[in-house]
């Protein structure tokens, strides 16, 4: 039980920079990014190709550098050129995966056997630490210090970032861009900037994915936005979204969650691996329309209490 536990916080926070970058992209920008399943495997295929050669460090600014790329093409494709939002994201993904493909040196996965990661510097750090059961605890949960370290630093950088002038105003892009407009900024810039941050941050996940799972696929980002998805819904139905800052904890709080409850229905085996994917789209939609179940069912009980009222 402690191997699930130790799991699910790993991939729950790693996982949990896609449901940021969903929060800046859905939630700030109110744009609805399809781009995030090709930026994850080219985040991967970049971080795993420059590790393998040898730059396992290099790998996770030069991985953010290619999803901001990406970003900055749906947001051309949006801004410049009048396509819109969702069918941008669309272009651009299709277009990555030929993208990934040519990072991956014309193969569909990439592997890591026997070439050093992150994971794998920060591991060798137990020899230099001259208590055994000290040195024992670090070979049980580096990976866990790493992927949380990775995910909190980039919370607490948006966070900051968001606080700022330029963060303020794509902030204001998403509420109303008119407004932002009358004001001398000019939307297209800020909705760039934006799209080309979420998109970093979804590569910087592929990143990290890629070099803690020593390997990468073509396939690898099938299905991710709606996983990012519903770590972001969930984590807002735990914790709200008054703030930025409420917002991004949230996110967290919400991937881990849903991590658990996978890691769950894996072990009770109350759902077949086949059908993974139905319980991943159900939770999503029951966690996207569970405001509304609640309203209905407070207007139900509302009509109820007016018609006892009205009988007596």
Request: hydrophobic share 55%; proline share 2%.
């Amino acid at each position: 039980m402690l191997l699930i536990t130790q799991t699910a916080l790993e991939l729950g926070f790693l996982y949990a920079l896609v449901a940021m970058a969903l929060f800046l992209s859905y939630r700030i920008l109110d744009i609805a990014d399809l781009t995030t399943d090709g930026s994850f495997v080219l985040g991967a295929a970049v971080s795993v190709s420059l590790a393998a050669a040898g730059h396992p460090v290099l790998a996770l600014p030069a991985a953010m550098a290619a999803g901001a790329c990406a970003g900055f093409v749906t947001a051309f494709l949006q801004t410049r050129m009048g396509v819109p939002s969702i069918l941008a994201g669309i272009i651009t993904n299709t277009g990555l995966y030929t993208v990934n493909l040519m990072a991956m040196g014309w193969k569909s996965n990439l592997s890591l056997l026997k070439k050093d990661t992150i994971f794998t510097m920060l591991r060798a750090v137990s020899g230099r630490l001259g208590s055994a059961p000290l040195a024992a605890l670090w070979e049980q949960w580096y990976e866990l210090l790493l992927a949380a370290a990775v995910t909190v630093a980039a919370g607490v950088l948006l966070h900051l970032f968001l606080g700022t002038r330029l963060g303020l105003s794509i902030r204001a892009t998403g509420d109303n861009r008119d407004m932002v407009r009358a004001s001398s900024v000019n939307p297209a810039f800020t909705v760039t900037v934006g799209l080309c941050a979420a998109n970093a941050l979804t590569a910087l996940s592929g990143a990290v994915v890629g070099q803690y799972q020593k390997t990468v696929d073509i396939n690898l980002g099938t299905g991710i936005v709606v996983i990012g998805l519903a770590c972001l819904i969930i984590g807002e139905t735990v914790l709200g979204r008054r703030t930025v800052g409420r917002g991004i904890a949230a996110v967290m709080v919400g991937s881990v969650t849903y991590r658990f409850i996978y890691a769950i229905v894996l072990y009770t085996k109350v759902v077949p691996i086949e059908g993974l994917k139905l319980f991943t789209a159900a939770v999503v939609a029951l966690a996207i329309a569970a405001p509304t179940l609640r309203a209905g069912a407070g207007l139900q009980r509302r009509r109820l209490a007016a018609g006892r009222k009205g009988g007596r």
